[in-house]
């Protein structure tokens, strides 16, 4: 059974950084999409990034492009986000999520939350201005 545990949200200033983790088991590094999404209260849930971990090749929403990195330490079976110049607007719950097995239909993982099949709890991010 897959187990996924988020970490490391917390409250900023515009402007700066900060780094989400996502503590995962049960999963094989071949076959396995990840994806790392956010949600505001009484909007849908939206994909920010999504990586293939068998090739590593991802997909990112066009607002977090050039200031978020997603990236999967296999060793550690751990999610990251790298999150730069965070803006207001970055603020949401943000969810790890995986699916496994994985169907593919192009190079990257899809970015629709219905796809994936396991689900963290999820991290609070919250940006002042």
């Known amino acids: 059974q897959v187990q996924l545990q988020e970490s490391g949200g917390d409250s900023v200033q515009a402007g700066g950084s900060l780094r989400l983790s996502c503590a995962g088991s049960?999963?094989?590094?071949?076959?396995?999409?990840m994806a790392w999404f956010r949600q505001v209260p009484g909007m849908a849930r939206e994909a920010v990034a999504t990586?293939?971990?068998?090739?590593?090749?991802?997909l990112y929403a066009d607002s977090v492009k050039g200031r978020f990195t997603i990236s999967h330490d296999n060793a550690k079976n751990t999610l990251y986000l790298e999150m730069d110049s965070l803006k207001p607007d970055d603020t949401a719950l943000y969810y790890c999520?995986?699916?496994?097995?994985?169907?593919?239909?192009?190079?990257?993982?899809?970015?629709?939350?219905?796809?994936?099949?396991?689900w963290g709890h999820g991290t609070q991010v919250t940006v002042s201005s």
């Open positions: 049960g999963y094989p590094i071949t076959g396995t999409c």
């Open positions: 990586v293939y971990l068998h090739d590593g090749v991802t």
């Open positions: 999520a995986a699916r496994n097995p994985v169907l593919l239909y192009g190079p990257t993982c899809p970015a629709r939350p219905a796809y994936y099949n396991f």
